[in-house]
């Protein structure tokens, strides 16, 4: 069995459940509840199959030029990736080799470490405040990287622009990345992204999984300095040339065309946060204010794994850690108004 000294080892990332059942409320992912963009369906039934003998696009060149157009940056300033998960995972080979550890959050998504493992990059984490902010401070030390979630995941909590200006300005030595997987769920003007121009060690990570309720076609993308995307392409071409599919590039091209729909989703969305928010509250449940899709939250007599057990008995799935700080905390993703009805009818039956 001497094969096994050379294996690398990795205790592997723990996705969220996706249950077979039939009838169940599935708020345990932070999945949109509402089906992406009229226009995908359409481009889907009539997508021609007999296309896909043939390779994608290896630049992903449509898809990235419509989000370059929709966000006003250049094209070499887009790259795309299999989710923002392909993403993130190839900007920690390309930018995180340095000597010192890199930064994140001890309670932030916990894919960061296992990254950091697999690719054998050293790591610190920096303790949230009892609020489960970042205290700024903690980013100013030397470091060989740092990525910070902002909303952060699981706690829903939004960092102000000011702060996290900062840590990119006081890091010119570092790639700093801002994981902005839930950021459309937060309010205009707080996203990074107006700071892409600024600074050249920036770079901002986004998905189509949650706001654009693509979870399940792939789709992720990094905005920053032509720089850092050229560095990035060069890795990815040194990994596998053709990380997107045919379907992904021409339906998430779909999806970003039709903006009214994407900014009517969210909205409604927004509306059952702010509404579960409330009951929450009445029902003796408290939680930092989440501006994402997803609320975090704790009561103040029943213990979380119980409410999250008898929950699943009902088909109701959240999500539950079993971690320490936060194993007293559910994170309920918002689903549809009859789902959170649902939701709240179960929560007050077992209170
Ligand atoms: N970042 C954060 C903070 C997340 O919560 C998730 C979802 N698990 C991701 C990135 C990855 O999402 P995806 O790969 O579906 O884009």
Known sequence: MNWENNVRKVVPYTPGEQPKCGRMI??????????????VKKLLESENYEDLRLYPSADAGELVEVLAEYYKVKPTEVFVGVGSDDVISMAFLTFFNSDKPILF?????????????????????KALDENFRIKKEDYLEPNGGIIIPN?????GVLESLDDIEEIIKSNPDSVVMIDEAYIDFAEEGTSALSLVEKYDNLLVIRTFSKSRAMAGLRVGFAIGNEKLIKYLNDVKYSVNSYTMN???????????KDDEYFKATLKKIINTRERMKKELTALGFSFPDSKSNFVFATHKTAAAEDIFKYLR??????????QPRIDNYLRITVGTDEETDELIKELKSFL
């Open 26 to 39: 599935k708020l345990n992912t932070n999945e949109c509840p509402y089906p992406p963009a009229p226009g």
């Open 151 to 155: 909303p952060n995941a699981p706690t």
């Open 246 to 256: 045919r379907p992904s590039l021409v339906l998430g091209v779909e999806a970003v």
């Open 105 to 125: 959050p001890d309670i932030t998504y916990s894919f960061y470490p296992v990254w950091a493992d697999v690719y054998k990059i050293g790591y610190k984490t």
């Open 313 to 322: 008995s009902k088909q109701i799935y959240v999500r539950f850690f079993k």
